[in-house]
């Protein structure tokens, strides 16, 4: 079969090739076999076929953090040859080979169903970013009523997109924050109501500085995460699910205790499946499908490379998809 694989040596950089035969039998263990029929190209993904540190956690890794596919053999009792599934997090593309391959063993406890009304390129256009987006927004919602606007941060990558989107479909007033001010038309396409500039967020910030925000989704970290928490509104929440400016916080506690701020971290890599079920539900009960085509860009596996790249540099608009038989 076909897959990306990614090799670390303790005295050389990483080797990223595309392997055109790679033997069924180098696969994990696992009790489920999947046909792989998508998979996308996520930050870390990015930083894995670029070869950079953080992410591969082995000598020898498949990368790819999302992938949706067929069951081909399973021994695991809650899986039938052809059931169509989704496998977002648990360690692929990171520790156990992913989703950026033509097939997959796995555990069949990290696998979700795929839904009734949605197809396999919409599942993979939503993947790991769209879980993390919706964990977000449940966790604003279970808070406090929203009454007033809600922020996103990094608004034009993959989680900041679908964040936007959900958000307008579930009737939330949201504020797109960007670096990319090309991108205006497109996130208000998304359903953003107003869009600022990331410059005015990224800067320091004053201990505690105009109320503004009755939420958060960051996507960002460091500065701007410690701004939007100086912004936010007495008894707002701020959900944290990203670090491209940095993992620092250069903040004070003067928000947490003067304003009852609350900060929320957002992992949706091991989050538990009551949580992926209800998230899952949302997304495919709101989000328009002709909307996450317009956001998305399906790619040949032979492409993720140079995609990677590219979402590294801060190029990538929305969610790109990997079409791994193409």
């Not at 599934?85 to 796995?106: K, M, Q, Y």
């Not at 069949?108 to 256009?125: K, N, Q, S, T, V």
């Not at 769209?130 to 808070?143: Q, V």
């Amino acid at each position: 079969m076909r897959a990306f694989l990614v090799t670390r040596a303790p005295s050389a950089p990483p080797d990223v090739r595309l392997e055109e035969a790679f033997p069924d039998a180098e696969l994990m263990p696992g009790d489920v076999t999947i046909d792989v029929a998508y998979s996308s190209v996520n930050f870390k993904d990015g930083l894995a076929l670029a070869g950079r540190p953080g992410v591969i956690r082995g000598q020898r890794v498949i990368p790819g953090i999302d992938l949706v596919g067929t069951v081909a053999r399973s021994d695991h009792p809650a899986w039938n040859v052809g059931d169509g599934v989704i496998l977002n997090g648990w360690g692929i593309g990171e520790s156990h080979h992913g989703g950026l391959a033509e097939r997959a063993r796995v555990s069949g406890d990290w696998l979700m169903p795929l839904p009734a009304g949605l197809e396999p390129r919409h599942a993979a256009a939503v993947g790991t970013a769209g879980l993390t987006a919706m964990s977000a927004i449940l966790a604003i919602e279970r808070h406090a009523p929203v009454d007033g606007e809600v922020l996103v941060t990094g608004a034009a990558g993959g989680v900041g997109s679908l964040a936007i989107a959900l958000l307008a479909a579930a009737g939330h007033s949201a504020v797109a924050s960007t670096g990319r001010w090309s991108e205006g038309e497109y996130l208000q396409t998304l359903g953003a109501t107003r869009i600022i500039e990331r410059a005015g967020l990224s800067r320091p910030s004053k201990p505690l500085e105009h109320e503004t925000w009755a939420a958060a989704i960051d996507c960002v970290g460091s500065s701007t995460l410690a701004t939007i928490l100086a912004q936010t509104r007495y008894g707002g929440i701020v959900t944290s699910c990203g670090l491209a400016q940095g993992s620092d916080l250069p903040g004070t506690v003067m928000p947490f205790i003067l304003r009852a701020v609350s900060l929320v971290g957002i992992n949706s890599v091991y989050a538990p499946m009551s949580v992926r079920r209800d998230a899952w539900a949302r997304i495919t009960a709101d989000l328009d499908r002709d909307l996450l085509d317009s956001l998305t860009t399906i790619i040949p596996l032979a492409s993720a490379v140079d995609v990677a790249h590219t979402i590294l540099n801060g190029g990538v608009r929305g969610r790109t998809v990997v079409d791994v038989r193409a």
